[in-house]
């Protein structure tokens, strides 16, 4: 005998969408609450350096030791302000200025960074293949980065002003402090595949080239990309550093430089000049991290 149900069907269940990661919204209030704290920090320790009121006499001649006054040490509010005004009398104002300087600092670090990667990614795939160059000229490549780049800097300039391509001499500068780092940690991404995983593919009879771009690349790219991200504000900073001694008339470096001469007069305008810098490191990392959200993608299960 067959038994015919008469209860009603069971409703459809929508599935619930998963929650929104709100990590980045973490990391934004975050970073804003720091901001924050600095800043009342900044102002703090400016206030309570005002009432401070000491001076020492030596010989007959008094010394001030009032401490953080603003031709050291500029209001916040101050630096703001500088941004609107006039970078030199009867010009534009700095945000103008600084923002045609960042341009060009930033095109010097992007040819830098584009170079000194390269270099770094070929050099790692060198040594990931040849345990006698990996042995032979790493040492060397560690033993480079120990030189100070400030003494390394002029030399290029000469080097690349009698070659006739001056204006190369930023980029590689700024792909001196690049290439390091993208070596390293590709080479490390390179050489960290699982060895089951090797030995498999050597089963197949998969050449080198076929290893490298079906196995050893894909397991190296969270390591290249954090290698990038480092070497992303370090183009930044080498390109800065490598127009001082250029005697190019652009970029951010130089105007730190001419801001540096002028400090006592003037020291928010020097403060301004270094937030423009950092904007534009941070711009650029950020740029390296939606590429690597763009490319790199895994998922990450979370137990509960």
Known sequence: ?????TSAPE????????????????????????????GVVWEAAKLFASSVNYSLV??????????LTDAQLPHL??????????????GDPLYIMLFQNALYTL????????????????????????????????PFVIASQTVPILAIAPMIVIWMGRAGALEWSVPVISAYLTFFPVTIYTLRGLTSVPQT???????????????????????????IFTALKIS??????GAIIGELPSGIQNGLGIAILNFARYYN????????????????????????????????????EETT
């Open 232 to 237: 992303a504000t370090a183009s930044v900073v």
């Open 1 to 5: 005998m067959t038994t015919v149900s």
């Open 58 to 67: 030596v010989g007959g001649t008094t010394i001030d030791l009032k401490i």
């Open 107 to 138: 095109w010097a670090a992007i040819r830098g960074f584009l170079l000194g990667g390269s270099i770094g990614f070929v050099l790692a795939v060198l040594f990931a293949h040849s345990r006698l160059l990996q042995r032979g000229v790493l």
């Open 197 to 223: 995983s090797l030995e498999l593919m050597q089963t197949y009879a998969a050449s080198r080239w076929q290893i490298l771009w079906s196995l050893r690349l894909p397991n190296a790219l969270p390591q």
């Open 11 to 38: 409703p459809l269940v929508r599935a619930e969408r998963p929650p929104r990661d709100a990590s980045g919204m973490r990391t934004v209030f975050t970073t804003v609450l720091i901001l924050v704290a600095l």
């Open 265 to 300: 007069q003037s020291p928010e305008r020097l403060f301004a000049t270094i937030v423009a810098a950092g904007v534009l490191g941070l711009l650029f990392f950020g740029v390296i991290v939606v590429i690597e959200r763009l490319v790199v993608r895994w998922r990450v």
């Open 77 to 90: 509010g101050a630096i703001v302000g500088a941004f609107a005004e006039p970078a030199q009398r009867n």
